[in-house]
């Protein structure tokens, strides 16, 4: 089941990404994380009542509030601000694509933190991942200095730390779900989401209403599909290995760069079509590899 889990969310976060870059133009990336989790409230609500159970929280031990607590008050900022800017300043073609090395951190976090051990077959899955995004960046000033597709381009820059938060957080929400289903864990983390971002446009003096009303179709859009990712996601790792869940999850990047190529007229040589193409078999050989 959570196989299917995984999909969803890859699939319902690539739906999600051109609408998310359009939304970075005209919106703070703090006014976009307080609207995307207000707005997401109603399909979390929803699918609590429907399908999960209220519990206690006070009950819950630190095994519970110190993955909550990260999440809200590191994660949330920190991955929101990181994550826009990237999708803002960036070309979807080619920061996407650096999300698929989500599972070579989270098969080492599982390995270390967790204790989930990756198979052999994992191996050639994460070699090919990694050529892939090198092959997407290679130009001149990359060619033989890899590590400049980060220090040179600060999209990629933006995205890398992105993978890295949510990789952690994965591994911290792990913990978590063994104490708590994954619906109410959403719910409670959103509403704590909601109330930081709340404090930080009243801090920042950022007041962007009569612009987010004008954007209120696109915000409802992230918002609701932010929901269903984002309990699918908790759903996987609740019940299966995270490294080949992220793998999963992860396939959604050849269908988000395809529609930066199309939607948004990304250029689209052959040495990126190739990258792509590696990437995305990398990206089964883990999904495989269980």
Same mark, same amino acid.
């Given at each position: ?14 739906? /999600? ?24 409230? @109603? ?13 206690? &929280?006070? #009950? ?6 110190? @993955? ?26 080619? *920061? ?5 090395? !989500? @599972? ?41 200095? &890899? ?7 600060? @999209? ?33 983390? #959103? ?11 009243? /801090? ?6 009569? $612009? ?7 915000? !409802? ?7 269903? #990712?984002?309990? #699918? ?14 793998? *999963?999850?992860? %396939? ?14 990304? %250029? ?5 079509? $190739?990258?792509?193409? *590696? ?12």
């Amino acid at each position: 089941m959570w196989y299917l889990f995984a999909l969803s969310s890859a699939v319902i976060a690539s739906v /999600r990404r051109a609408n998310d870059k359009q939304l970075s133009h005209s919106l703070h990336n703090v006014t976009l994380g307080w609207s995307i989790q207000l707005l997401s409230l @109603p399909v979390q609500i929803s699918a609590l009542l429907l399908f999960g159970e209220w519990l206690n &929280p006070f #009950t819950l031990g630190l095994q519970f509030w110190l @993955p909550m607590l990260f999440l809200v008050f590191a994660f949330y900022p920190l991955n929101n601000y990181f994550f826009f800017r990237a999708m803002k300043e960036g070309e979807l073609s080619k *920061i996407l694509p650096l999300q698929s090395l !989500s @599972p070579f951190f989270a098969l080492v976090l599982g390995y270390i933190v967790l204790g989930q051990r990756p198979s052999i077959m994992a191996i050639p899955g994460i070699v090919s991942i990694m050529v892939g995004v090198y092959m997407l960046n290679l130009k001149g000033k990359y060619l033989h200095n &890899p590590l400049k597709i980060f220090t040179a381009d600060k @999209p990629n820059l933006y995205m890398l730390a992105s993978i890295l938060l949510v990789s952690l957080v994965g591994v911290f929400d792990t913990f978590a779900l063994k104490v708590c289903e994954p619906i109410y864990f959403s719910l409670l983390s #959103t509403v704590g989401a909601l109330g930081l971002f709340s404090v930080m446009a009243l /801090r920042m003096r950022i007041y962007e209403v009569a $612009v987010a009303r004008q954007e209120i179709k696109r915000l !409802s859009f992230s918002g609701t599909f932010s929901a269903l #990712t984002t309990m #699918t996601y908790l759903a996987a790792i609740s019940d299966g290995p995270i490294a080949y869940v992220s793998a *999963i999850k992860g %396939s959604s990047i050849l269908m988000g760069s395809l529609i930066g190529i199309i939607y948004f007229k990304e %250029s689209f040589t052959k040495i990126k079509a $190739v990258a792509l193409c *590696i990437i995305s078999i990398g990206a089964v050989i883990l999904a495989l590899a269980q």
